[in-house]
């Protein structure tokens, strides 16, 4: 079956870096458009940012643009989230998931399978 595990998540101060990792099985990977979402407590999901299947195309939620980079390795089935600058409205748990289409989309619903999430906590 597929399965979509995250890692890499944690606590950072305002301003630092971390980058957390999805890695996927069960899937043809590089047939799959990767998205990222997150969810803040008492908040609904919301897009961060998606790739296309070779990674030349992306898109970004306006709130994390400039500050965060999706690429993904289809030779290990990963994709991956930098998050550079971190601020403490970027808490949540962030969850990687996989949509089977060429086409990049900004809804969850528009995606078929989902991981488990990984926490990001950014103190000030």
């Known amino acids: 079956q597929v399965q979509l595990v995250e890692s890499g998540g944690g606590l950072v101060q305002a301003g630092e870096s971390l980058r957390v990792s999805c890695v996927a099985s069960?899937?043809?990977?590089?047939?799959?458009?990767m998205g990222w979402f997150r969810q803040a407590p008492g908040k609904e999901r919301e897009f961060a940012a998606a790739?296309?299947?070779?990674?030349?195309?992306?898109d970004y939620a306006d709130s994390v643009k400039g500050r965060f980079t999706i690429s993904r390795d289809n030779a290990k089935n990963t994709v991956y989230l930098q998050m550079n600058n971190l601020k403490p409205e970027d808490t949540a748990v962030y969850y990687c998931?996989?949509?089977?289409?060429?086409?990049?989309?900004?809804?969850?619903?528009?995606?078929?399978?989902w991981g488990q999430g990984t926490q990001v906590t950014v103190s000030s």
């Open positions: 998931s996989a949509r089977g289409s060429a086409t990049l989309r900004l809804t969850p619903g528009a995606y078929d399978y």
């Open positions: 790739i296309g299947w070779s990674g030349s195309s992306t």
């Open positions: 069960g899937l043809l990977f590089s047939r799959h458009v």
